[in-house]
């Protein structure tokens, strides 16, 4: 099972841009789909994006065209590009792991691996 472990979040004013990696140890990451998640205050986690093992992506509406991710197997870690930020987006993001060639609908608790997750904070 993978040990993930989120770094890069911080303070950052609105329109700035924040990167967010990931980092897998304990498995080959080849088979993974990697997840990214975030929870505001006050509010239920909601899936950002996911990266298929066979290199699909897809992003949740309001972060379309502003959020990127990517991954590099070989170095067994994953990456959230954030840009264009929103007071909105902040929150707690996650990353998370499934032995899975398919994202789906996968939600939280259907992941197998979690991080503990990053604050990302954008100011107005």
């Known amino acids: 099972q993978l040990q993930l472990v989120e770094s890069g979040g911080g303070l950052v004013q609105t329109g700035g841009s924040v990167k967010l990696s990931c980092a897998a140890s304990?498995?080959?990451?080849?088979?993974?789909?990697i997840g990214w998640f975030r929870q505001a205050p006050g509010k239920e986690r909601e899936r950002v994006s996911c990266?298929?093992?066979?290199?699909?992506?897809t992003y949740r509406d309001s972060v379309k065209g502003r959020f990127t991710a990517s991954r590099d197997n070989a170095k067994k870690m994953a990456f959230l590009q954030m840009s264009s930020l929103k007071p909105e987006d902040t929150g707690l993001y996650y990353c998370?792991?499934?032995?899975?060639?398919?994202?789906?609908?996968?939600?939280?608790?259907?992941?197998?691996?979690w991080g503990q997750g990053t604050q990302v904070t954008v100011s107005s």
């Open positions: 990266f298929s093992s066979r290199d699909s992506i």
């Open positions: 998370a792991a499934v032995k899975y060639w398919w994202c789906a609908d996968f939600a939280w608790g259907e992941f197998e691996s």
């Open positions: 304990g498995d080959s990451l080849d088979d993974y789909s």
